[in-house]
C-alpha cells in the first residue's frame, strides 16, 4: 500500500508568492520521519527539510517550513518567496523510524509535484 | 552533508549490455543505497551496500541484475546487468552519514541510463 500520497501532479505560481505542496503518509508505528526533497532537471536530489515525528514544532530551513498535522496525518512543504529557481518537481519521504539506525533505513517516496514558478 | 559524485553522468547502451555505476562519497559513511527512477516515476530502493558484506536487496531487484560491491566506507559500484530498455532510468546513490540520529539520506547527481 502507498505510503506517501501527493496530490498535486502540478503546479504553477507567480513568483514572490508563497507555495504549498501537499503530502500525506500513512503508517501505524509512532515514530517516522519525514523528507521533502527537491529534483531539478538536472536530476540529482536535494534534500530540504526534515520532521520528526515527535518534534514538537514544526521545522524551518531559510525559505521553506514544514506544516506538520500530526492528526490529520499531513506534511505540508511550504516556499514563501517563490523565486524563478525553485522550478523543479519535489518529492516527500518517509522513513518508518524517527531514530536512523540499521534496519530501517528505507526512504519511501511520493509521486512528485512538479512546481513551476511563473516570472 | 557529504560530496557524493557518480560516474559517468550519463550513458547510452545497447540491450544485452552491462553498465557499472561508480558513486564516491568525500568522507566515511556507514551506509550507501541505490535507487532507481523511471521515466516519470518517483524513486524506489534497490538496495542498500554494505561494507563488508552482501548488499540487501529490496523486493522486486536480485543480485544477479543488480551486483553492488562497497569494498570501503567511500564508495560503492551497482552494476546493471544484461540490460533491456525497460532498465532505462535515473540511478541514484544516496549515503547516511556516520553518527547522529535522526540523520536525512544525502543524494548523488545520479546516472541518467539510456538503453537502446
Known amino acids: 500500500a502507498q505510503k506517501i500520497t501527493q496530490t498535486q501532479p502540478g503546479m504553477f505560481v507567480q513568483e514572490k508568492e508563497a507555495v504549498t505542496l501537499d503530502c500525506t503518509y500513512d503508517?501505524?508505528?509512532?515514530?517516522?520521519?519525514l523528507f521533502w526533497y527537491k529534483q531539478p532537471s538536472s536530476g540529482e536530489m536535494i534534500f530540504l527539510i526534515y520532521?520528526?515525528?515527535?518534534?514538537?514544532q514544526n521545522a524551518t530551513e531559510g525559505r521553506y517550513s514544514l506544516n506538520f498535522q500530526k492528526a490529520r496525518k499531513s506534511a505540508n512543504l511550504v516556499i514563501s518567496a517563490s523565486q524563478l529557481g525553485d522550478s523543479a518537481m519535489y518529492f516527500c519521504a518517509m522513513r518508518d523510524s524517527v531514530w536512523s539506525n540499521f534496519g530501517n533505513e528505507k526512504l519511501t517516496f511520493g509521486t512528485g509535484t512538479r512546481l513551476t514558478i511563473i516570472p | 552533508s557529504a560530496v557524493i559524485s557518480q560516474k559517468p553522468s550519463r550513458d547510452i547502451c545497447q540491450r544485452g549490455t552491462s553498465l557499472t555505476i561508480q558513486c564516491q562519497v568525500d568522507?566515511?559513511?556507514?551506509?550507501m543505497f541505490w535507487y532507481r527512477q523511471q521515466p516519470g516515476q518517483s524513486l524506489t530502493l534497490i538496495a542498500t551496500a554494505n561494507q563488508g558484506s552482501e548488499a540487501t536487496y529490496e523486493s522486486g531487484f536480485v543480485i544477479d541484475k543488480f551486483p553492488i560491491s562497497r569494498p570501503n566506507l567511500t564508495f560503492s559500484t551497482l552494476t546493471v546487468s544484461n540490460m533491456s530498455p525497460e532498465d532505462s532510468s535515473i540511478y541514484l546513490c544516496s549515503v547516511k552519514a556516520h553518527g547522529r540520529a535522526e540523520e536525512t539520506q544525502y543524494f548523488g547527481p545520479g546516472t541518467r541510463l539510456l538503453v537502446l
Open positions: 503508517t501505524s508505528d509512532p515514530s517516522y520521519g
Open positions: 520532521q520528526g515525528s515527535y518534534d514538537q
Open positions: 568522507s566515511q559513511v556507514t551506509m
